[in-house]
T-cell receptor, first 115, second 113 residues
Framework: DSGVTQTPKHLITATGQRVTLRCSPR?????VYWYQQSLDQGLQFLIQ???????AKGNILERFSAQQFPDLHSELNLSSLELGDSALYFC??????????????FGPGTRLTVL | GDSVTQMEGPVTLSEEAFLTINCTYT??????LFWYVQYPGEGLQLLLK???ADDKGSNKGFEATYRKETTSFHLEKGSVQVSDSAVYFC???WGGGADGLTFGKGTHLIIQP
């Protein structure tokens, strides 16, 4: 158990809909990262937050957004869903100082299926 | 841009065999390098890492050496067990900490008793 929790475990929805994925980082971790794992694209970095502020953006679509709240939990919002958004979405967290050598601890993921 | 290339598999070995999973990267400069492992139905776990050239990361019998001349970070284990069956990901990350990990496609390893 990494200490990172994600809800829900599974989500099934229809095209055009909007969903919110939730992540609680390990106690004390200020950085939260979101990744998407799909069969065709592999594991891709989407976005990073550090202590409530956006710190880095990866291959995140305009239809997707995220935020980190004062209690440090984070939410990833996916809107106007398409079939191709079906994937496993992982959240990871790491401790300060937030350097390149920090270990990122991954949650168990949320499996999103868009029908 | 940066990229990580690794054999995708599946790689099937017998228990106690020697394991090598190749990983090479394309990047300007010297990123930190990582191996993560994903067991069925679980998230990724850090297996080992190396932060500069010639560093060797090791954990649970697995080893990998950061080779800047060949831009490689191959994963090795002398004697694999059935419990090592999983998907292994090679990844890199740049200094500064304002970025995510760049992953390879993953190598599915199957160990047969």
């Amino acid at each position: 158990d990494s200490g990172v929790t994600q809800t829900p475990k599974h989500l099934i929805t229809a095209t055009g809909q909007r969903v919110t994925l939730r992540c609680s980082p390990r106690s004390g971790d200020l950085s939260v990262y979101w990744y998407q794992q799909s069969l065709d694209q592999g594991l891709q970095f989407l976005i990073q937050y550090y202590n409530g502020e956006e710190r880095a953006k990866g291959n995140i679509l305009e239809r997707f957004s995220a935020q980190q709240f004062p209690d440090l939990h984070s939410e990833l919002n996916l809107s106007s869903l398409e079939l191709g958004d079906s994937a496993l979405y992982f959240c990871a967290s790491s401790s300060p100082p937030g350097g390149a050598t920090d270990t990122q601890y991954f949650g168990p993921g949320t499996r999103l299926t868009v029908l | 841009g940066d990229s990580v290339t690794q054999m995708e598999g599946p790689v099937t070995l017998s228990e106690e065999a020697f394991l090598t999973i190749n990983c090479t990267y394309t990047a300007t400069g010297y990123p930190s390098l990582f191996w993560y492992v994903q067991y069925p139905g679980e998230g990724l776990q850090l297996l080992l890492k190396a932060t500069k050239a010639d560093d060797k990361g090791s954990n649970k019998g697995f080893e990998a050496t950061y080779r800047k001349e060949t831009t490689s970070f191959h994963l090795e284990k002398g004697s694999v067990q059935v419990s090592d069956s999983a998907v292994y990901f090679c990844a890199l990350r740049w200094g500064g900490g304002a970025d995510g990990l760049t992953f390879g496609k993953g190598t599915h390893l199957i160990i047969q008793p």
